[in-house]
């Protein structure tokens, strides 16, 4: 993983004009006022537990690491538990990209980027055995709900 590299990624994303329109972008995909990034994609082929979880540990520690940066610029925050986020999807609207992410992932970091009006999210997306593991940026104008 190259943390210097996913640090420029989310500065830049952070300033980006978000598209008109959702679809794809050159780092992953985005939409009216929202950019996902996808900063690293795991290869694990299904039905191999083990080398997932692997994947997900390696994974776990980029996210952790990238952290690690943003604290030292922004803040210590506690971890965001999107499990929560998942459930109230049940019962009300959750913004957009709020909810897809809480499908994917069960914990992010999350920080308001000063003086942008924008949310950050950094996560692992690996809820889907079915799917790669990813660590994910998730820039956004919308306020977590």
């Not at 979880?53 to 971890?79: C, H, I, M, N």
């Not at 660590?135 to 977590?144: F, G, H, K, M, R």
Request: charged residues 25%; negative net charge.
């Amino acid at each position: 993983m190259n943390i210097a590299r996913h640090i420029a990624l989310i500065d830049e994303l952070c300033f980006r004009p978000f598209p008109a329109e959702h679809g794809p972008s050159d780092v992953g995909f985005g939409g009216p006022g929202h950019h996902v990034a996808v900063l690293e994609t795991g290869d694990v082929p299904v039905g191999d537990p083990a080398r997932r979880a692997v994947t997900v540990d390696q994974f776990e520690k980029g996210r952790d690491a990238v952290y690690e940066v943003l604290a030292s610029r922004w803040g210590d925050v506690d971890p965001w538990n999107l499990q929560t986020v998942l459930l109230r999807t049940e019962r009300e609207e959750i913004p957009g990209p709020w909810a897809w992410l809480a499908v994917r992932s069960g914990v992010a970091w999350l920080w308001e980027v000063r003086g942008t009006g924008r949310w950050l999210a950094v996560a692992v997306a690996d809820r889907d055995p079915a799917d790669a593991v990813r660590l994910l940026a998730l820039v956004t104008e919308t306020a977590p709900p």
